[in-house]
């Protein structure tokens, strides 16, 4: 079975940093396009970041120069580098694999809150 795990979320400071992650089971992450969403309160689901199974990468205007996406192959992990946090950055992060004909796996969802 396929499963998207997250982690690393959390509390922090408006200009702090954290690192999410995602690991995959029954899955793997080389093969397919991986992207970071966000969905806050009130909101729509978005995306904040993807890269391609070719490692092209892709970022929300919103996110540009402060975040990162990167894959790790060895351990099967995709981690969104998170810099210069705002408060409007606080949301519930989602892990998302989009797999050959479209169907897509999502993770659990971890919790990120800026405070200000």
């Known amino acids: 079975q396929v499963q998207l795990v997250e982690s690393g979320g959390g509390l922090v400071q408006a200009g702090g940093s954290l690192r999410l992650s995602c690991v995959g089971f029954?899955?793997?992450?080389?093969?397919?396009?991986m992207g970071w969403y966000r969905q806050a309160p009130g909101k729509q689901r978005e995306l904040v970041a993807g890269?391609?199974?070719?490692?092209?990468?892709n970022y929300a205007d919103s996110v540009k120069g402060r975040f990162t996406i990167a894959r790790d192959n060895a351990k099967n992990t995709v981690d969104l580098q998170m810099n210069s946090l705002k408060p409007e950055d606080t949301a519930v992060y989602y892990c998302?694999?989009?797999?050959?004909?479209?169907?897509?796996?999502w993770g659990q969802g971890t919790q990120v809150t800026v405070s200000s």
């Open positions: 890269i391609t199974r070719s490692d092209i990468t």
């Open positions: 029954g899955i793997i992450f080389n093969l397919n396009d």
């Open positions: 998302n694999a989009e797999v050959l004909g479209n169907a897509d796996f």
